[in-house]
């Protein structure tokens, strides 16, 4: 009973890891958070099963968190991203230009050409002005490694939904400056 207990537990906290480190959106994390908790509850079972109190109290402190994983990324964190979301949705029905949450920066698809290119990783914006200066995006590899960064200047930039479009043909974004992980340009 207890390998297959065991075994139930591997497999939850194995796909949690993924679901949570993926970075795919607060309701992504979330739910990565309760396939810990399931995962957490069983390794809870496994330990009390195979006498095992280390295993038994690790698991509990993890359950709590866990817990409160859940109510941060499914609560709280999908709260704000939706109360963003309305904002930008009315901006649009009101007069002037049109609001976007700022966060979408740090995750949106970059189209170019109607094709996929890479994902924003970053922006840069003046301190005193808050007019954004470019986009940190990121082409290729997988989990970082292997990307290229890209500087793309806000002003080739447009917010399109959930995306961020580049009026850029395809040769002229693969000729964009590449950037060090650790070094972007101050301008």
């Not at 859940?70 to 609560?75: A, C, F, T, V």
């Not at 490694?145 to 930039?157: F, M, N, P, Y």
Request: hydrophobic content about 45%; charged content about 15%.
């Amino acid at each position: 009973m207890a390998d297959i207990v065991s075994w139930v537990a591997t497999v939850a906290t194995i796909i949690a890891a993924s679901m949570t480190a993926s970075n795919l959106g607060a309701r992504v994390t979330g739910y990565g958070f309760a396939v810990f908790l399931l995962g957490s509850l069983t390794w809870v079972a496994v330990g009390v099963l195979t006498h095992q109190p280390a295993l038994v109290w690790t698991n509990v402190v993890l359950t709590v968190l866990n817990i409160f994983g859940i109510w941060r990324w499914l609560g709280r964190q999908s709260s704000v991203e939706k109360g963003a979301q309305t904002a930008a949705e009315a901006s649009e029905e009101t007069p002037g230009e049109s609001l976007f949450p700022v966060s979408l920066l740090s995750r949106a698809a970059v189209v170019c050409s109607g094709k996929q290119v890479a994902h924003c990783v970053d922006a840069m914006a003046g301190c005193r002005s808050g007019r954004l200066s470019y986009v940190v995006v990121s082409e290729g590899g997988v989990g970082g490694v292997g990307e290229t960064l890209r500087r793309l200047s806000w002003s080739d930039a447009l917010v399109d939904g959930e995306t961020l479009r580049t009026r850029l043909s395809p040769k002229e974004f693969a000729r964009l400056e590449k950037l060090q992980r650790d070094q972007w340009p101050g301008r």
